[in-house]
C-alpha cells in the first residue's frame, strides 16, 4: 500500500486495484462536508420496497460461492457497485433481512453480497481468518469488479455490528459519504 498524508492511497487486494482514502487534509476536508445525520430520502425508502434480489452462485479458486445481488429501479441513474461483505457469525442475508442492499439500489448502486465459505448458503468448512483475505480477490474476480473504492467509517452511536443495532445510521452515514464523494474526481499530480 502506497499513502502519504497528502493524497489518497493506492494499493491492491491481490491483482485489483484499490483507492483507499486516506485520513489526510483532503479526506477530512471531505468528511466535513457530509452531513451524516441526515436522514434517507423518503423516495429512496419508497422505492427501495420494490427492488428484488437475485441470487445465483460463482467458482472463486476452490469455492462455489453463494451470492445475492440488487440493482437500481430503470428509472434511477447508476452511480457503481457497492460490495458488501458480512461479518462472523453471519451471512449475505443480513444486509437483505436490514434492507440495506434494496436501499443502497434504490439511491442508484448494484450491490452485491456474498457468502463466506462456511457461512449461509455457501457450503464447505469455515475458512480460517488466515485465507478469508484470499476470498475476496477471488470473489471480485468472479464478480467481474475490477476497481473498490474502500471506506471505513466507523459510527460511533450505532454499536457493534452498527448494521445491526441501528441499520438506520449505518446505511444513512454511507448513503451521505457516497453522495458527497460522488462529485469529487481524484487528478493525479505529476
Known amino acids: 500500500?502506497?499513502?502519504?498524508?497528502?493524497?489518497?492511497?493506492?494499493?491492491?487486494i491481490g491483482s485489483f486495484p484499490i483507492l483507499s482514502t486516506?485520513?489526510?487534509t483532503y479526506t477530512h476536508s471531505t468528511i466535513r462536508l457530509a452531513d451524516f445525520q441526515k436522514p434517507i430520502p423518503e423516495r429512496v425508502l419508497w422505492r427501495s420496497k420494490a427492488v428484488?434480489?437475485?441470487?445465483?452462485?460463482?467458482?472463486?479458486?476452490r469455492y462455489e460461492i453463494f451470492f445475492r445481488e440488487t440493482v437500481p429501479p430503470r428509472e434511477i441513474?447508476?452511480?457503481?457497485?457497492?460490495?458488501?461483505?458480512?461479518g462472523q457469525s453471519f451471512s449475505s442475508s443480513t444486509w437483505?433481512?436490514?434492507?440495506?442492499?434494496q436501499i443502497f439500489s434504490a439511491a442508484g448502486?448494484?450491490?452485491?453480497?456474498?457468502?463466506?465459505?462456511?457461512?449461509?448458503?455457501?457450503?464447505?468448512p469455515t475458512v480460517p481468518d488466515s485465507e478469508k483475505a484470499e476470498i475476496i480477490p477471488l470473489a471480485m474476480r468472479a464478480?467481474?469488479?475490477?476497481?473498490?473504492?474502500?471506506?471505513?467509517?466507523?459510527i460511533?452511536?450505532?454499536?457493534?455490528?452498527?448494521?445491526?443495532?441501528?441499520?438506520?445510521?449505518?446505511?444513512?452515514?454511507?448513503?451521505?459519504?457516497?453522495?458527497?464523494t460522488e462529485s469529487f474526481v481524484v487528478v493525479p499530480t505529476l
Open 1 to 12: 500500500m502506497l499513502c502519504n498524508t497528502t493524497q489518497h492511497c493506492l494499493g491492491s
Open 22 to 24: 486516506c485520513m489526510d
Open 52 to 61: 428484488r434480489p437475485t441470487e445465483g452462485n460463482f467458482l472463486a479458486g
Open 77 to 86: 441513474i447508476y452511480k457503481g457497485t457497492i460490495l458488501l461483505i458480512h
Open 96 to 101: 437483505l433481512e436490514n434492507s440495506t442492499m
Open 109 to 124: 448502486y448494484r450491490c452485491l453480497a456474498f457468502d463466506m465459505p462456511g457461512c449461509g448458503k455457501t457450503g464447505g
Open 143 to 154: 464478480l467481474k469488479l475490477e476497481t473498490m473504492l474502500c471506506l471505513l467509517l466507523r
Open 156 to 180: 460511533p452511536s450505532a454499536g457493534h455490528a452498527c448494521y445491526l443495532s441501528n441499520p438506520v445510521a449505518f446505511q444513512s452515514a454511507c448513503l451521505n459519504f457516497f453522495e458527497t
